[in-house]
Structures are given as structure tokens and as C-alpha cells.
């Protein structure tokens, strides 16, 4: 088979995907290795089964307590979000036919942000705050496609898009709304950083809490993996080759939502990774979405890991994520769209 009869699996001057799947596979792996040793307490590769050993014997000691503890339910919990988001933010761009979608498109984000910014004035515990968060930005979306309903709009495109855009600016209200009411001497700052996202006091509770909406909401993806790529064509030619395209949307709807409210609950508000790691996917092996999810959610695992590794190393205090993904993701996005309009000057 010659390049370019596959469907997108094989394009002419490029790698195949295969080989972008598992070269992203590896680098993760390697990146996975690197940030485990990183760190103000410094461990070496040498050391992980030593304590691996220490720990299934029972015993206790500050590197094993800094490793299992401290370290690696971060970078686990760094690798779902990132690999979340992209997935969200890829399958939101295919079924809206829009670049310029991220995963907070239908609210999702803004409700999770009230969610958790309401569970800290409530001085909820740490897991109140995370599901009240989480439950919170499933019932943005909810909200968003029963006005779209109730508006007559039956869920097409620009009725839920219009909606989610009035529901997302809402539930942003009410998140600095209740910031106003805030302490300013406890829990104001308490809120502000939350906002501005980060993975300082990741535990494997917030693990457990991304792994299952991650299986979930990820497997719905994959189920529609091929009806993604016939949605990109249009509804109907969709609909004449026997798909139906809102109950596609509805299905992909649910598996971003379930990824995008589930990190937003446990790393705080974490913008540009599922609106730039989808396009940076496409340059790599093109829009098939058989290849663009799996190569999405590698390239946004390892970007997010590689930001985190920066956010808690280069500094004394951490810097929040949210400024690290945007000085990254702004310029790449303006060289995005540079790119895109020569692109159309020259056709």
C-alpha cells in the first residue's frame, strides 16, 4: 500500500502513526523516569527497587515517603489530566468542526471552578471540595444542553455552542461572585490559587478520582473513534452513510465531559493543553481520529509532565500551571494561526 491510500494512516512524507504512537510511548516512559528522580530530594534510578523493597516490607523512610507519596501520585495525576484534556479537546474540535474548541466549550470548566471555590467557603474536606467540583462541572454541561433543548435549538451546533458559551460565562460569575464574598484573609488566597491550577498536594486519592472518569470517559472516545471522522465531512454526509450525529455529539459530550471535570476538580483551572495538543497531533499523523486521540493523549501526558516537572523545580515556590501553559500555548497558537493564514493565501 502506498502512502496516502490508507485513510490517513500513511501520508506521504511522514512517519506512519504506529511510529509516532510508540516513539511518543517511549519518550513519555523516559520523561516518567527523568521526573520521578527530579525534585528538591533527589533519587536516583539505582534506587526505585530498594524502595519498592522498603516499602512492600513494611518499612519507613523520607525518600520512600517523598517517592510513593509525594512524587508519584503527582506525576500519575499529571499524565491523566494532560492526556485528558487533549482527548476532550481533540474530540470537541472533530464533532464541532471548529479549531478553535477546548475542552471548557459547553462549561464544564467554569462549573467545576464554582463547584470547588463553593466546597472551600463551605470548608469542605479536601474530597468534598474535589467532588463538589467534579458534580459541578457535569451539571454546567447538563444545564448547557437542556436550555439548548428547552430552546428549541434540539442540539445542533450552534444552539449548544451559544448556550455553553451563556452557561460557562454564568457559572464564571458566580465563581468571582463568591471570590468577592470570600475571606480576603483565608480563603480568598485559598481560592485564587486553586484558579490558577496545580498538582501540590496530589495524593493517591486524586489518582483514584481521575483513573476512573479517565477509563470511562476516555473508552466512550475510542468507542467513536470512526464516527468522529465521518463528522468531520458534515452531518449529512454523516447521517447518509447511517450515522447519527447527535447522538454521537451526546455520546462524545459525556466521555469530555467526565475527563474535563475531572481534572479541573483535582489540578484547578489548566487551560491551552486541549486546544494546542490536538492541532500539534494533527501535524504529526494528520485527522484520522484512530491516530489522533491515542497520539493526543501521549503528547498531552508527557506536555503536561514536562510543565509540571518546570513548575516544581525551577523555582522555590511553585509556580502555578496555568501560567506555564499559557506562555507556551499562547505563542505556539499565534505561529498556529500564522501558519494557517499563508496557508490560505497561498491556495
Known amino acids: 500500500m502506498k502512502c496516502g491510500e ?14 509516532w504512537m510508540v516513539g511518543l510511548g517511549v519518550a513519555v516512559a523516559v520523561l516518567l523516569a527523568v ?3 527530579m525534585g528538591r530530594f533527589s533519587i536516583w534510578p539505582g534506587d526505585f527497587v530498594w524502595l519498592l523493597r522498603e516499602r512492600l516490607a513494611g518499612a519507613a523512610s523520607d525518600a520512600g515517603y517523598v517517592f510513593f507519596d509525594v512524587r508519584l501520585p503527582r506525576i500519575l495525576a499529571a499524565l491523566f489530566i494532560g492526556a485528558g484534556l487533549s482527548m476532550a479537546g481533540g474530540a470537541y474540535q472533530g464533532i464541532f468542526n471548529n479549531p478553535m474548541v ?49 430552546a428549541g435549538g434540539r442540539g445542533d451546533l ?31 488566597p485559598e481560592i485564587a490559587f486553586w484558579l490558577m491550577g496545580g498538582l501540590a498536594n496530589v495524593s493517591f486519592r486524586e489518582v483514584w478520582l481521575l483513573f476512573l472518569p479517565f477509563c470511562l470517559g476516555g473508552g466512550i472516545l475510542f468507542l467513536q473513534r470512526w464516527q468522529l471522522n465521518l463528522l468531520t465531512f458534515g452531518d449529512e454526509e454523516a447521517m447518509a452513510l447511517g450515522v447519527n450525529a447527535a447522538r454521537v455529539r451526546l455520546c462524545v459530550t459525556v466521555g469530555a465531559t467526565l475527563l474535563t471535570a475531572s481534572s479541573v476538580a483535582v489540578a484547578g483551572m489548566v487551560g491551552w493543553v486541549g486546544l494546542i495538543i490536538p492541532h500539534m497531533g494533527r501535524a504529526l499523523v494528520g485527522p484520522d481520529y484512530r491516530a489522533l486521540l491515542p497520539v493526543s493523549a501521549l503528547m498531552g501526558a508527557g506536555f503536561l509532565l514536562l510543565v509540571d516537572d518546570v513548575a516544581r523545580n525551577v ?16 505563542p505556539f497558537f499565534i505561529l498556529l494561526l500564522a501558519r494557517r493564514i499563508r496557508t490560505q493565501q497561498e491556495l
Open 35 to 37: 521526573s520521578l528522580c
Open 315 to 330: 523555582n522555590t515556590t511553585e509556580i502555578p500551571l496555568s501560567i506555564l501553559t499559557a506562555i507556551v500555548g499562547a
Open 158 to 188: 450552534l444552539s449548544v455552542l451559544l448556550t455553553g458559551s451563556v452557561v460557562g460565562s454564568l457559572f464564571a460569575a458566580f465563581t468571582a461572585g463568591a471570590t468577592y464574598l470570600s475571606d480576603p484573609n483565608s480563603k480568598m
Open 6 to 19: 490508507s485513510r490517513g494512516w500513511c501520508h506521504a512524507g511522514k512517519k506512519s502513526p504506529l511510529f
Open 102 to 150: 477546548s475542552p471548557d466549550l459547553l462549561g464544564a470548566s467554569s462549573g467545576a471552578a464554582f463547584g470547588a471555590v463553593l466546597g472551600i467557603l463551605l470548608s469542605f474536606s479536601a474530597l468534598g471540595m474535589e467532588l463538589s467540583a467534579f458534580l459541578m462541572g457535569i451539571a454546567a454541561v447538563v444545564i448547557t444542553y437542556v436550555i439548548s433543548l428547552a
